[in-house]
């Protein structure tokens, strides 16, 4: 598995004409296995997995919010695998808890992911 299997974003349209359960498929194959700092050792990989698929289904559908982040933070410096990680970690808390994040909250929080703060959070060791 290559950096770029993981990088590469798939066309929207062949996307889109893709059942669900063959988009899971093509995530799953392209996506790497193992741990690395963007997936710990133990992670869920059915769900995570499940979480490229949503946020693949939103940028194909041109999910305003979704494609500026991820613009802005490929921009930034971040691989597009890591941008989709930061943009999975905006995800989580309407999954956590239903109804907790409406549209637009979670464009707003969309809007505010910054590439350095999302690493330093989600990257690197707590401080003291």
């Known amino acids: ?13 062949a996307w889109g004409a893709l059942d669900p359960e063959a988009r899971r498929e093509q995530i799953a194959q392209r996506h790497p296995e193992g741990s690395d700092p963007l ?8 769900f995570h ?3 490229h698929v949503v946020v693949e289904d939103q940028l194909a559908s041109g999910h305003a919010a979704t ?25 989580l ?24 703060e999302w690493l330093s959070r989600r990257l690197l060791p707590p401080g003291p």
């Open 1 to 13: 598995m290559s950096d770029e299997d993981t990088d590469r974003s798939p066309d929207p349209k």
């Open 39 to 46: 997936h710990p050792e133990g992670y869920p990989r059915a």
């Open 49 to 51: 997995v499940g979480l």
């Open 67 to 91: 494609r500026r982040a991820l613009e802005r933070l490929t921009s930034a410096g971040l691989r597009r695998h890591a941008a989709m990680h930061a943009i999975m970690d905006t995800m």
């Open 93 to 116: 808390p309407s999954l956590i808890q239903p109804g907790a994040c409406d549209e637009a909250t979670y464009a707003d929080a969309l809007d505010a992911l910054d590439a350095a």
